[in-house]
């Protein structure tokens, strides 16, 4: 059973930086790629950035590039996620996902999720 651990969420500033990671456990086989994904309240869940398996592809929303940078280390089962001049707008809990598939970006698309991790950013 693939588990996908969340951390490093918190409050931080407008302009400052996060880094998040997860953590994967269990059998993670049958996982490809990974994504991270952000959900605001009363908005629906929408991609953010998602990294191949040997992480050598990466694929980011309009929203992140230039200031996210998703990376990863496979020998501790670990996707990072670097967040760099943040923005109130970025406010949201953040979640990692793990597909079949390479750099997908449909929530659909995704068959194990973490319990997420907030951000908030204050202005």
Not at 24 to 36: D, L, V
Not at 65 to 93: H, W
């Amino acid at each position: 059973q693939v588990q996908l651990v969340e951390s490093g969420g918190g409050l931080v500033q407008a302009g400052g930086s996060l880094r998040l990671s997860c953590l994967a456990s269990g059998g993670t086989a049958g996982i490809y790629g990974i994504g991270w994904f952000r959900q605001a309240p009363g908005k629906e869940r929408e991609f953010v950035a998602a990294i191949s398996w040997g992480g050598r592809s990466t694929s980011y929303a309009d929203s992140a590039k230039g200031r996210f940078t998703i990376s990863r280390d496979n020998a501790k089962n670990t996707v990072y996620l670097q967040m760099n001049m943040l923005k109130p707008e970025d406010t949201a809990v953040y979640y990692c996902a793990g597909s079949r598939y390479n750099l997908a970006v449909e929530v659909t698309s995704y068959d194990y999720w973490g319990q997420g991790t907030q951000v908030t950013v204050s202005s």
